[in-house]
């Protein structure tokens, strides 16, 4: 914890966001005096094919005890192609941990999850460096770089906090600095700043609704947001409660791992290892982002002894060294599982919003053909426009950048949660338990109930700030310091009780030691508390006398991760 230093942007004039994806990572970048150039970084260590993204894949030596870090982005990709891969094990989609509704298995790699993500973000942003630093910023060092750091809208506070200790670890920012030195970001929020841009040639004008479909690899996030024109341009606000699910393309590619095994049958368990991997590779980056439903899809096989031993090829679906695959049978066993999820989503949202002008699909599996004609199909009649942006799998980190350069053009966000502390309060007789009551001399009190900073739902401005003041008594000689239990749940109304089920411990606002050395044993000081929910993070300072303390909450269970 430290004390409140105002935090000033033009100290970090170079504006870095990174999109860090379940399958893809991203970058881009801009000066901040000049706001009208957003810079993307489109080449990568080893890349194989033409797309702006590097994988997130982490590749280890398995009798390394160190675990250090081999090889990551398509370097990682290539090294499991090659005959030594099987001293090797390559981490991918791990990013789907911090999705607490998930049931996922411990990692390949004796590591955290936290761990896994700051390897990573340590080479990436290494890389990065070196090609900023190659263009117009090589007059600058990397203390004048601030960051944006795009999160799922869908995760948890807890997971959100994963990333920026893992950005701490990998040295993007140092934890001494100023906590608005990285800034989180939502995705479908920072993709809604990229088509806001945009909002002249689709007509969106004031008090117009447009809503966000992110469809990445791993996550679907959505929001509505409105559009209100102001004498400073347009600001937007959430309609919605933004909400998603872990239904992205990664998903496709299961099922279609499935299918092949379906296919091949008894055969598939004789493989050689990286056969079914490569032909889902192959169907990822050729098959899936032009798939239509119309039309049959062929995909290569590789050269291997492996297919000599299949009976009859035909019925498999071989011909000419290639698999055919019927459009009716992707679309089936592959696409619609997911598609569905998304359609269902998409839903759920224009229920929330009532009205909405047009829906932007954005990010890699939002580029999908087959994905934009079943929403068009489902929502054309209620909603004018359905879009795919320009370099929609660009949506999310451009967005993050202008997100940087202007934070204040989202003015309000909804609340995804209540938060609240636990407070004693006066005891009700036939309402409360006799177990949570507690005799003082000013009366009789009811522990452990719940009161609420923020309601599930509610409308908050970014400025706005809830303050709470506590009073500490000095019983010690002994400096001490304190922590301040914040609690969160889900229902749309406040529980009455931090015991109640759905109710979890969140976080810890620290409070430094508040007495002052000369105050005597038994006397009171009142600290004030100040909270602010309208941001993505939730931010927290602690006044004691005329010192103003930022808090950088301390999350339970991010070890776990």
């Not at 099987?86 to 989609?93: A, I, S």
């Not at 192959?282 to 049959?296: H, N, R």
Request: charge should be negative; hydrophobic fraction near 40%; include cysteine.
């Amino acid at each position: 914890m430290q004390q409140q230093q105002n935090f000033n942007p033009k100290d970090y004039p170079i504006v870095v966001a990174i999109d860090f994806g379940t399958t893809f990572s991203g970058c881009a970048y801009a000066y901040a005096q000049d706001d009208k150039e957003v810079i993307d970084i489109t080449n990568w260590p080893r890349q194989s094919i033409q797309y702006p993204k590097t994988p997130t894949l982490n590749l280890y030596k398995n009798d390394d005890p160190e675990k250090k870090l081999v090889a990551w982005g398509w370097k990682a990709r290539m090294e499991m192609l090659r005959p030594a891969a099987r001293q090797f094990t390559l981490l991918y989609q791990y990013k789907l941990h911090l999705d607490e509704n998930l049931q996922n298995q411990p990692l390949d790699v004796d590591i955290t999850v936290l761990e896994a993500i700051s390897h990573y973000l340590r080479a990436f942003h290494e890389y990065v460096v070196s090609e900023i630093m190659r263009g117009f910023a090589r007059n600058f060092q990397t203390d004048h770089f601030r960051y944006c750091l795009t999160v799922p809208a869908m995760w948890s506070d807890r997971a959100k906090n994963v990333m920026r200790q893992a950005a701490v670890m990998a040295g993007l920012i140092r934890d001494t600095d100023h906590p608005d030195r990285l800034m989180l970001i939502s995705e479908p929020e920072a993709a809604a700043l990229y088509c806001e841009r945009k909002c002249d040639q689709f007509d969106l004008n004031n008090g117009d609704r447009f809503m966000i479909c992110d469809a990445g690899g791993g996550t679907v996030d959505l929001i509505v947001f409105e559009i209100t024109v102001t004498s400073a341009g347009r600001r937007l606000s959430e309609v919605t409660k933004g909400h998603g699910a872990s239904c992205g393309s990664v998903f496709l590619d299961r099922h279609m791992r499935r299918l092949l095994e379906e296919k091949f049958g008894r055969h598939a368990a004789s493989f050689p290892a990286n056969i079914i991997p490569n032909l889902v590779d192959t169907f990822a980056d050729v098959i899936k982002p032009q798939f239509d439903g119309l039309e049959d899809q062929f995909l290569q096989l590789p050269a291997n002894r492996c297919f000599d031993d299949i009976e009859d090829p035909e019925a498999v679906g071989i011909d000419d060294g290639y698999l055919v695959l019927p459009a009716a049978e992707l679309k089936e066993k592959v696409f619609e599982p997911v598609v569905k999820d998304v359609l269902s989503l998409i839903q759920e949202q224009l229920t929330q919003a009532k009205d909405c002008q047009a829906i932007f699909l954005v990010g890699g599996f939002g580029a999908s053909n087959y994905l934009y004609s079943r929403v068009n199909a489902t929502f054309g009649g209620q909603v004018p426009l359905i879009s795919i942006p320009p370099r929609p799998e660009l949506a999310v980190v451009r967005g993050a950048v202008c997100v940087g350069l202007n934070p204040r053009v989202v003015t309000s966000r909804i609340a995804r949660r209540c938060y609240g502390i636990s407070s004693d309060q006066p005891f009700e007789k036939g309402k409360d338990p006799l177990a949570k009551r507690k005799f003082e001399v000013n009366g009789v009190w009811c522990i452990d109930r719940f009161s609420p900073y923020v309601r599930k739902g509610q409308k908050i401005d970014i400025d706005e700030c809830v303050t709470r003041e506590f009073s500490f008594t000095k019983y010690s000689e002994t400096p001490e310091d304190y922590n301040i239990a914040l609690y969160a749940a889900d229902t749309d109304e406040p529980p009455r009780y931090t015991t109640d089920p759905g109710v979890s411990k969140l976080a810890d606002i620290p409070i430094p030691c508040p007495h002052p050395p000369s105050a005597r044993l038994g006397s009171m000081v009142k600290v004030r508390v100040n909270m602010n929910f309208g941001h993505n993070e939730i931010k927290a300072e602690a006044v004691v006398g005329d010192k103003v303390y930022s808090t950088v909450l301390q999350f339970d269970a991010v070890d776990t991760y």
